[in-house]
């Protein structure tokens, strides 16, 4: 069964950080290059930040770079997102998804997601 499943998010002060964690399984991870999503209610789903299937590239949201870190270990089947000096507007829920083909910022491009885990920085 192919499953991604998300950790580590919370409740942070504005300025703090998190690091959220997606752990794969049933799936060849080395294969996938891995993206992060969020969603808040009533807006649509915003793309985050992607890393290719080595690791080697990355690409993130203008509003999130500088802040945010994508990165994986595909020992561990495991890809991860640092936020830094994060903000009320961050708050959402933040799912990872699994790309076969290639990095990619929308959606659609992606065939397997988690089911989120929820971030709400306070001010």
């Known amino acids: 069964q192919v499953q991604l499943v998300e950790s580590g998010g919370g409740l942070v002060q504005a300025g703090g950080s998190l690091r959220l964690s997606c752990a794969a399984s049933?799936?060849?991870?080395?294969?996938?290059?891995m993206g992060w999503f969020r969603h808040v209610p009533g807006k649509e789903r915003e793309f985050v930040a992607a890393?290719?299937?080595?690791?080697?590239?990355?690409y993130y949201a203008d509003s999130v770079k500088g802040r945010f870190t994508i990165s994986r270990d595909n020992a561990k089947n495991t890809v991860y997102l640092q936020m830094n000096s994060l903000k009320p507007e961050d708050t959402a829920v933040y799912r990872c998804?699994?790309?076969?083909?290639?990095?990619?910022?929308?959606?659609?491009?992606?065939?397997?997601w988690g089911q989120g885990t929820q971030v709400t920085v306070s001010s």
């Open positions: 890393i290719s299937r080595g690791g080697g590239s990355t």
């Open positions: 049933g799936l060849t991870f080395g294969s996938y290059a």
């Open positions: 998804a699994a790309n076969y083909y290639n990095i990619g910022v929308r959606p659609h491009e992606y065939d397997v």
